[in-house]
């Protein structure tokens, strides 16, 4: 029997970090993997949605640049070499991580995890002995009970990604992130889209200007939005709604949300929470099982790629003794990778005020930035919510061209315990988008040029 001092089970972003840091700090680690290294965010996730997201915005550029006479063909689209680069982006990050465990001296064990009688856990025919265990097991896509969809060859995120022609006609059942996202990769190639959400609204986890801006952007590109639908059952090649509408499609993809894969962890015996679908964990991600910690999409919060690896790093760190504060939500940055971008963090005014903050909410649009006007990215706001007396930072929210990057220049001084003064008072390249985000801060404090 191998012995380790921590065994990590799933290779996602919250176990391959973890893994890394567990090794910088001296153990000996072990990680198992059922499916393809690097988890859901590189293989099916985050990475080729943003490769096939940069496809749809070289069309989107061409178009652009074209009513300003540069008279860019697209031409005709080449599907099986986009999805031959999207390969290749992901394999060549899935080579960094495996040189990465190789570098770090970590055993990769190909195969799924399983518990044995005695507790162990085991892949294949090995038993391997592991002092800790870190459970990170991820999600998978999450299909409602909707009448007939299991009649039906559908796609979901898993696998979205292994089509290789292009749909002429994509219903999306969804309306989230996800949905959008791909929604936004798909029709600037061709694709006839349409989103189906049940809820009232699309993005609904969005600030509300923000989610207006892209829903006007989805309609211009000619995707079309059908909310508060009611699905009266799916069949082979078409969404029959209650209101009598029937939307045809040749493939229909289902992103409608994830649920945490609890399997190993129900295996173990460990405690999930009131309503069974996430792995209950204390402050250093450690389950009621002292030597068994989870983390990232199986232990619910923010499902995203940057949450596991910090939480991965955080339960790593306390096994070795080393314990930090768990992640605070209110300092997650959230991205939406649309065009114009959404980025956020924080608390919304609504949720400022509910907190009995007394609030000071200042935005400012991209149509006054020079950059922007010079580069016809024009679209878009930066918002800052933020606290009367002292100025302190609450939250923030940005839409337009560039958006997830320049989240971190307001996030990172929030993160250094830094007010809006400190934003204030930085001098800002010019001409740049970020120069926004000083005039906002300027204007909280009552000093502002443009404003
Ligand atoms: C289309 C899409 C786009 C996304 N875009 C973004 C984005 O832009 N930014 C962002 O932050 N997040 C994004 N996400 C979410 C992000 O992918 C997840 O939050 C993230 O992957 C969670 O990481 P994790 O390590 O918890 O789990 P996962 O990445 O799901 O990894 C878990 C791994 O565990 C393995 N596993 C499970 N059980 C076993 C077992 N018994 N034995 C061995 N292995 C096992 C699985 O095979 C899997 O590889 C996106 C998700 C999707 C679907």
């Not at 089509?163 to 996202?181: N, S, Y």
């Not at 969404?239 to 409608?256: C, H, P, Q, S, Y």
């Not at 991600?285 to 790093?313: C, K, R």
């Not at 940055?333 to 649309?338: N, Q, V």
Request: with cysteine; glycine share 10%.
């Amino acid at each position: 029997m191998q012995t380790y001092d921590l065994i990590v089970i799933g290779s996602g972003p919250g176990g391959y970090v973890a893994a890394i840091r567990a090794a910088q700090l001296g153990k000996k680690v072990a990680v198992i993997e059922k499916k393809a290294i690097g988890g859901t965010c590189l293989n099916v996730g985050c990475i080729p949605s943003k490769s096939y997201l940069q496809h749809s915005h070289w069309v989107l550029a061409a178009e652009e640049a074209n009513q300003f006479g540069m008279n860019l063909t697209v031409g005709s689209i080449d599907f099986s070499k986009l999805v031959k680069r999207k390969d290749g982006v992901v394999s060549k990050l899935q080579g960094g991580i495996k040189h990465l465990f190789q570098s770090n001296q970590i055993d990769y064990m190909e195969g799924k995890a399983e518990v044995t009688a005695e507790r162990k856990i085991k892949v294949g025919e090995k038993v391997l002995n592991g002092r800790d265990i870190l459970l990170a097991t991820g999600s998978r896509p999450f299909i409602p009970p909707i009448n007939g969809i299991d009649e039906v060859d559908y796609l979901t995120t898993d696998t979205f990604f292994d089509v290789k022609t292009l749909p002429d006609k994509l219903v999306v059942i969804g309306g989230g992130i996800i949905a959008v996202e791909l929604a936004f990769a798909m029709r600037p190639l061709g694709v006839d889209v349409t989103l189906i959400e049940v809820a009232p609204d699309i993005l609904l986890t969005e600030d509300e200007e923000a989610r207006q801006l892209i829903k006007k952007k989805l309609k211009k590109m000619g995707i079309k939005i059908h909310t508060a639908a009611q699905i009266d059952a799916v069949k082979t090649s078409s969404v029959n709604l209650k209101n009598g509408e029937n939307i045809g499609f040749d493939r229909l993809l289902v992103a409608t949300g994830r649920k945490a894969d609890t399997t190993l962890a129900a295996q173990l015996g460990v405690e999930l929470d009131e309503q069974k679908r996430f792995v209950k964990v204390n402050h250093h991600y450690q389950t009621n099982l002292p030597h068994v910690y989870a983390i990232g999409d199986l232990i619910g919060g923010y499902m995203l790629a940057h949450v596991a690896s910090a939480e991965g790093i955080r339960a790593v760190e306390a096994i070795c003794g080393q314990p930090q504060l768990p992640v605070d939500p209110t300092l997650v940055p959230r991205c939406l990778y649309t065009e114009p971008e959404i980025a956020s963090f924080g608390l919304s005014e609504k949720e400022a005020k509910e907190k009995g903050y007394d609030v000071v909410t200042k935005k400012m649009p991209f149509a006054g930035n020079g950059k922007a006007i010079a580069g016809e990215e024009t679209d878009g706001f930066v918002k800052i919510i933020s606290e009367k007396q002292y100025h302190q930072i609450l939250g923030a929210v940005i839409v337009g061209s560039h958006a997830t990057e320049m989240i971190h220049t307001i996030l990172g001084v929030r993160h250094a315990e830094g007010t809006v003064d400190e934003i204030a008072s930085m001098i800002f390249a010019h001409p740049s988008l970020s120069e926004i985000t000083g005039e906002v801060a300027n204007s909280i404090v009552k000093k502002a040029i443009h404003g």
